[in-house]
């Protein structure tokens, strides 16, 4: 797997604010895998998004020092549907074809990447609707669907099911899941850690702006310091098991316990 | 009619308030409005009775006040300059869908940032609308009264009106990042996604109602 992100160094201070937002952040992001931020409001998670989608400093301002190093195009899905209607589209599909459009790309090549994201993102039956008129949750996917047919190497999401009802969700969490398997460089701050075993590759742990710890998911997400009490905590399953003093290290999935149990 | 070039619709819809003005008054007036009522009224042109009934509706208080500052001889000339702007105006947001005139700019090589403050601020409106509805709902949920006489009205004005400021000025750097994520960057040359058919005479009849309103005002300057 080739590095599509490399982040070196990297100490971000956002505009006159003298506290910087990220402290030498080093991380290196690969194709086909799905890379997950982890830490508690404030933490840095959505600042790394902005740097490493090229919208911080460049667009937001502030001082940047380190490296950044990007190989293709990034898209950012933020976690606020409403803010990212484009407000120049009347139809979902129109919606959708928003960002290619803007890309310069023929016509032809629009349309057939508009189809593929609304069938991707299980939203073509609401090609003809207003996005006006959408729910929360129908029109967070519809903005998923319009980065999608950008077609981008790199893809952030910062807290992506977070409109999401727990079915909309899972379909989610499956879809980023293909998406890294055809090759795609995937980071996705969230804070559903359940979610995390069965979709990240790996796990960054940020806390106050640096990495606490980061490494694949099995190993990150059983970190005894995310149970504290001011850490982002573990999967329900791994607090259970630590709960009834089962042993070290906890499973973190149902299916997992259910195998250690046996 | 639906089916003509955006931009033809649009010199129509300017040219007839502008030759309310350029031509002398009460017949100009007269004339530019009985053409804004046809295109109303006519079958195949019309968008609807209904669209007819909301410019009368619109233009009835001018005629009014119209006649309360100047009686009848000043209402006349005035009040019908005025519900040619009206009608001319409302017959073109009905007839007119945002988005075509969108995809004509585009097509057109407006700047995309031009195209988007125009289809944004449409879009606005409805949004902000909803929003509002929400902050009332919110506020009376913590006991606002927003129910009662002018002065229990204005002080509820007043509380909804800041939460709906700050929260849209809240919204703007995300936003900023939305669009800047989704390839909306200056001098980008965007792809029209259905640009509409225009034709020579079209064009023709545009350049035409240009024309013939700076005749008119030249000859009235004259």
């Known amino acids: 797997m080739t590095a599509r992100l490399t982040l070196h160094a990297v100490t971000y201070h956002y505009p006159a604010s003298p506290a910087p ?6 991380l290196e992001v690969p194709s086909g895998a799905v890379t997950a931020l982890i830490g508690n409001v404030g933490a840095g998670a959505s600042t790394l998004l902005l740097v490493a989608g090229d919208l911080a400093p460049r667009v937001m301002g502030g001082e940047l020092t380190g490296s950044v190093e990007r190989a293709g195009r990034a898209a950012l899905l933020l976690p606020t549907p409403w803010t990212q209607v484009s407000g120049m589209a009347f139809t979902v599909h129109d919606e959708v074809a928003f960002g290619p459009a803007n890309l310069g790309w023929p016509r032809e090549r629009i349309s057939a990447s508009v ?6 993102v299980d ?18 996917r519809v903005i998923f669907a319009g980065i999608l047919a950008m077609e981008p190497e790199v893809l952030l999401l910062d807290e992506p099911t977070a409109e999401l009802d727990p079915l909309a969700a899972r379909r989610v969490w499956e879809l980023i899941r293909s998406l890294a398997a055809g090759g795609m460089a995937v980071i996705v701050a969230t804070n559903d850690i359940d979610a995390l075993p069965d979709v990240a590759d790996r796990v960054v742990w940020l806390e106050s702006g640096t990495i606490r710890a980061q490494g694949p998911a099995a190993q990150v997400l059983v970190d005894r310091g995310l149970a504290a009490d001011d850490a982002p905590g573990s999967t329900a399953v791994a607090a259970v ?8 290290p906890p499973p973190l999935t149902v299916s997992q316990a259910v195998e250690r149990l046996r | 009619m639906r089916a003509l070039h955006p931009f033809t619709l649009l010199a129509v819809a300017v040219a007839l308030p502008a030759l ?3 031509l002398p008054a009460p017949t100009g007036g007269a004339v530019t409005l009985a053409v804004a009522a046809l295109l109303l009224l006519v079958p195949g042109a019309s968008p609807g009775l209904r669209v007819a009934r909301t410019a009368l509706l619109t233009a009835a208080p001018f005629w009014f006040f119209l006649y309360l500052l100047h009686g009848i001889s000043g209402m006349v000339p ?3 300059r005025l519900s040619t702007m009206i009608a001319s105006f409302v017959w073109l947001v009905a007839i007119l869908p945002p988005s075509r005139l969108v995809e004509a700019m585009v097509a057109a090589g407006w700047p995309v940032s031009a195209a988007f403050l125009f289809s944004a601020t449409l879009q606005a409106v409805p949004a902000l609308r909803e929003r509002a509805q929400r902050l009332v709902e919110a506020q009376r949920c913590r006991g606002l009264a927003t129910r009662g006489g002018p002065l229990v009205r204005l002080a509820a004005l007043r509380a909804l009106a800041l939460p709906l400021v700050l929260s849209a000025l809240h919204e703007v750097d995300e936003r900023a990042l939305a669009l800047e994520t989704r390839g909306l ?3 980008a040359r965007r792809t029209p996604l259905a640009p509409p058919q225009d034709h020579v ?3 023709l009849l545009r350049w035409s109602l240009v024309a013939g309103c700076l005749a008119l005002a030249v000859w009235r300057i004259a």
């Not at chain 1, 189809?115 to 991707?120: D, F, I, K, M, S």
């Open chain 1, 115 to 120: 189809e593929r994201a609304l069938t991707r």
């Open chain 2, 20 to 22: 309310a003005w350029i």
């Open chain 1, 21 to 26: 937002a990220l402290t030498n952040v080093s």
């Open chain 1, 123 to 140: 939203v073509a039956h609401l090609r003809d609707r207003d996005p006006a008129t959408l729910s929360g949750g129908e029109l967070q």
């Open chain 2, 185 to 187: 960057v200056a001098g």
């Open chain 1, 241 to 248: 098991w630590r709960a009834a003093g089962l042993g070290e």
């Open chain 2, 78 to 80: 005035t009040g019908l």
């Open chain 2, 201 to 203: 005479s079209e064009r």
